[in-house]
């Protein structure tokens, strides 16, 4: 089973800032199937992100996601106050399909 | 618009059983690979198990082997949970999910989840 870890747990920020949220597999996520959700209290996880980098319908530019191998990131290149939630990783490439621990971004 | 709605959802003691349902609107149902992921308060996601579009084929988490059984009608656009033996780490509000296939793809759309309770 791959084992996803994200970091950092918490992240506090100010609406407008830049967020990077990591991922790293402990092995090689297969053909990049790696994908993004949020996830808002009370709320259904939603998809934002798939393939490593392909962003979902109708998820905002300012969602990206890049890397490959065993190393992935979630940027949110100007924060919106909506975007305040938590956020999990989810490699679907070997079975089981696993996610990581999730990371939390709160305003400061 | 996608809708996936889940139902069944209670409170059980150990070792008792319970039947989720999910009803799917707004899509062609009998295309997609379909899952039911579950979260437990407070805690992260877990996939639980997964059925291809024509049930061929059915994955299984190791946690819930041999106790969960997964199943669709198409006729109904509905996924079915039975739940056996249940302990009290079953506890966790279960969402049903779609996919493209059954492995090897995102969760692209979600229910709102069911909550299921074991304790005695």
């Known amino acids: 089973e791959s084992v996803l870890t994200q970091s950092p747990g918490i992240l506090s920020l100010s609406p407008g800032e830049r967020a990077t949220l990591s991922c790293t597999a402990s092995?090689?996520?297969?053909?990049?199937?790696l994908a993004w959700y949020q996830q808002k209290p009370g709320q259904a996880p939603r998809l934002l992100i798939y393939?490593?980098?392909s962003r979902a319908t109708d998820i905002p530019d300012r969602f990206s996601g890049s890397g490959s191998g065993t190393d992935f990131t979630l940027t949110i290149s100007r924060l919106d106050p909506e975007d305040f939630a938590v956020y999990y990783c989810?490699?679907?490439?070997?079975?089981?399909?696993?996610f990581g621990q999730g990371t939390k971004v709160e305003i400061k | 618009e996608v809708q996936l709605v889940e139902s069944g959802g209670g409170l059980v003691k150990p070792g008792g059983s319970l039947g989720l349902s999910c009803v799917a609107s707004?899509?062609?149902?009998?295309?997609?690979?379909m899952s039911w992921v579950r979260q437990a308060p407070g805690e992260g996601l877990e996939w639980v198990s997964s059925?291809?579009?024509?049930?061929?084929?059915?994955y299984y988490a190791d946690s819930v082997k041999g106790r969960f059984t997964i199943s669709r009608d198409n006729t109904k656009n509905s996924i079915y949970l039975q739940m056996n033996s249940l302990r009290a780490e079953d506890t966790a509000v279960y969402y049903c999910?779609?996919?493209?296939?059954?492995?090897?793809?995102?969760?692209?759309?979600w229910g709102q989840g069911t909550l299921v309770a074991v304790s005695s």
């Open positions: 393939g490593a980098s």
């Open positions: 707004g899509f062609t149902f009998s295309n997609y690979g």
């Open positions: 999910v779609r996919s493209d296939t059954a492995q090897r793809a995102p969760f692209d759309s």
């Open positions: 989810h490699q679907y490439g070997t079975s089981p399909g696993t």
């Open positions: 092995r090689s996520v297969s053909s990049g199937y």
């Open positions: 059925i291809t579009y024509n049930s061929r084929y059915i």
